[in-house]
C-alpha cells in the first residue's frame, strides 16, 4: 500500500495488461503487474486493488492454501562463486 497519487477508475481495469503503462515518456515497459497477475493467478492465487486518486493505491495478494513442505529457497537460487 501507498499513499502516492492513485490510479484513476479508468486507468484501474488495465493495470494488469501486457504493455499497459502510464509511464511510457519515462521508459515504462507494462510488464511488471502483468508478470505479478500471471504468477499469482498460476498458483490459483488472487490479487484485490483498491485504490483512490489522491488517496494512494493498496495491492492484496492472495494464495490457496497448501499442504506441501515449504521449498527451500537455495533450491531456487544459486550461490555466486567468487
Not at 493495470?15 to 500471471?38: Q, R, S
Request: proline fraction near 11%; charged fraction near 10%; hydrophobic fraction near 40%.
Amino acid at each position: 500500500a501507498d499513499n502516492g497519487s492513485g490510479i484513476s477508475p479508468e486507468t484501474l481495469p488495465h493495470i494488469f495488461e501486457p504493455f499497459f503503462t502510464t509511464k511510457a515518456a519515462i521508459g515504462g515497459t507494462g510488464l511488471g503487474l502483468a508478470a505479478v497477475h500471471g504468477l499469482v493467478t498460476a498458483m490459483d492465487g488472487r490479487i484485490n486493488v483498491t485504490s483512490s486518486p489522491g488517496m494512494g493505491t493498496s495491492f492484496e495478494v492472495y494464495f490457496p492454501h497448501s499442504s506441501l513442505p515449504p521449498t527451500p529457497t537455495s533450491q531456487f537460487l544459486v550461490a555466486p562463486h567468487v
